[in-house]
């Protein structure tokens, strides 16, 4: 391919397009050299953002374009994520992962303009993101949300392995080649996995947060990013191909927060809607603790979802919905419905006492006791918040994100809260931590409150008994066994 115009790398050149550049040396306008490090000439930009400029190039003497991007920012941050790209697509070899090319990170020492300014170039991958698809095209069928699900997982099952996380998935870093094949882009957030990182995350440190509105899990939104936050946003770009709609135009329930998404994807089925629930859940604990756990699941839901559903009752335009299956014609409705009433009848009339049960006056102390005067400060200290009723006008006023290493590939996470009771005056802490972790909250003297070891029982949330929650500062925290205490921030009561 020999191209036709050149492309000028200054993002202040007033007409950096100009096609009669496309022979000379340096730029008619602005006279920055037209060929970067003596083998790239630009060809069309491709995008810019406020610390990059990606420009389609040509190698001199090769067919084959290629694609660079140039670092333009001045933040430091921004030029150690840069640094970081190049890094690990230096790393990590997958046919979902653009490829550098040889030598293809480089500081352009000669252009006087951009002094030591980082460059990396790349392969170009043909195709186009799944947002400008999703523009084109109706929602994905459920087959096609598996297939896209597996290809995605498997890339970043090599990145997780790697000890990176990818921080930014959403349609727009996600190329469609034409042969179906999905390539993951823009490594400019990927963030590794050191001690050092967990142990920041651990303490509630400030973690520069990084990531897009809608894709992004809470703990990302407060600067704690986990791996698991990627498989949030991977359960949310298929939640949008799935509806045809960005995550911030879906509605979400009023009291719990979670996504309403449902009834608007008109080929989902239950086990994919399961799993996606699943993939979107608020707390990182709930998801699938590692990616390869997340491909064991999709293929799972893949099986129960391999016979087609039966068309139901709530049908929109035609399609297929899983449901209740519609019967064929009046004679099999009246036939079921029959059987059904009179199974009501034989089950009534089995299970009916007409002879009410006597009341046993033990059975009402846990209602009295949720009914209960509520207590002040000092005097709800060591004392159950449900019991006292304290629970009711509850509110988390600050939270942190822990995990938990289990393995090189198995870093499971888990939420803590600090909950206040205004009625109550107290506070408590309320985590998904594992059994046998101890939770507590403590004040700045390092007196503790409330102290509980999570016991092995069935559920996944637990409380710790309440402390002080009026003219004091406190935090809850919870330890692990063998694993980093995790606290949130001190908080003014």
């Not at 939420?415 to 004040?443: I, M």
Request: hydrophobic share 35%; aromatic share 8%; glycine share 6%.
């Amino acid at each position: 391919m020999t191209s036709t115009a050149s492309y000028c790398f200054n993002p202040a050149c007033p007409q950096p397009a100009d096609p009669e550049n496309a022979h000379l040396e340096q730029c008619r306008h602005c006279q920055t050299p037209l060929v970067l490090a003596g083998r790239f000439r630009g060809i069309q930009k491709l995008g810019q953002s406020t610390s990059a400029l990606t420009v389609e190039v040509q190698e001199l003497g090769l067919p084959t374009t290629r694609v660079c991007k140039l670092f333009i920012g001045n933040h430091p941050k921004a030029r150690e994520l840069f640094a970081q790209e190049a890094f690990v697509l230096r790393k990590i070899h997958h046919p979902g992962i653009p490829q550098l090319v040889q030598d293809g990170y480089f500081l352009l020492r000669e252009l006087g303009f951009l002094h030591n300014r980082p460059c990396l170039v790349m392969e170009k991958v043909a195709g186009q993101s799944l947002s400008q698809w999703i523009q084109e095209y109706p929602p994905i069928s459920a087959q096609q949300a598996y297939d896209w699900l597996q290809q995605l997982s498997l890339i970043l099952q090599k990145l997780h392995d790697q000890d990176f996380f990818h921080r930014d998935i959403k349609p727009s870093n996600i190329l469609l080649t034409p042969e179906g094949q999905l390539v993951l882009i823009d490594f400019g957030a990927t963030r590794q996995v050191t001690e050092t990182y967990l142990g920041k995350v651990g303490v509630g440190q400030d973690i520069t947060c990084i990531g897009t509105p809608g894709y992004m899990p809470p703990e990302q939104m407060e600067g704690n990013a986990l791996p698991q936050s990627d498989v949030y946003a991977l359960g949310r770009t298929i939640i949008h191909l799935l509806t045809g709609k960005h995550p911030l135009e879906l509605p979400k329930d009023m009291d719990t927060g979670a996504l309403l998404w449902q009834d608007l994807a008109p080929y989902t089925t239950p086990a994919l809607t399961q799993l996606l629930d699943q993939l979107i859940a608020a707390a990182p604990g709930r998801r699938p603790p590692t990616v390869s756990v997340l491909i064991q699941q999709v293929e799972q839901s893949q099986l129960e979802d391999a016979t087609p559903a039966p068309l139901s009752w709530g049908a929109k335009n035609g399609r297929q919905q899983p449901g209740r299956q519609l019967l064929n014609t009046p004679l099999k409705w009246i036939i079921s419905m029959a059987a059904v009433l009179s199974m009501g009848g034989i089950l009534t009339a089995f299970y009916w006492n007409p002879s009410p049960t006597p009341v046993n006056p033990e059975s009402t102390q846990t209602n009295q006791q949720l009914n209960a005067v509520t207590c002040q400060n000092q005097a709800c200290i060591g004392r159950d918040p449900i019991d006292n009723g304290c629970d009711q006008d509850m509110q988390t006023i600050t939270s942190n994100t822990g995990n938990i290493r289990k393995s090189k590939n198995y870093l499971s996470a888990y939420r803590l809260e600090l909950r206040y009771s205004q009625a109550c005056a107290a506070t408590w802490s309320k985590t998904e931590a594992p059994s046998g972790s101890t939770q507590y909250v403590e004040d700045r003297a390092g007196n503790q409150y409330g102290s509980a070891v999570i016991p092995v029982d069935e559920f996944t949330e637990h409380y710790a008994d309440m402390g002080p929650g009026r003219d004091i500062e406190i935090r809850a925290c919870v330890e692990p066994r063998n694993n980093p205490r995790t606290c949130t921030s001190f908080v003014k009561l």
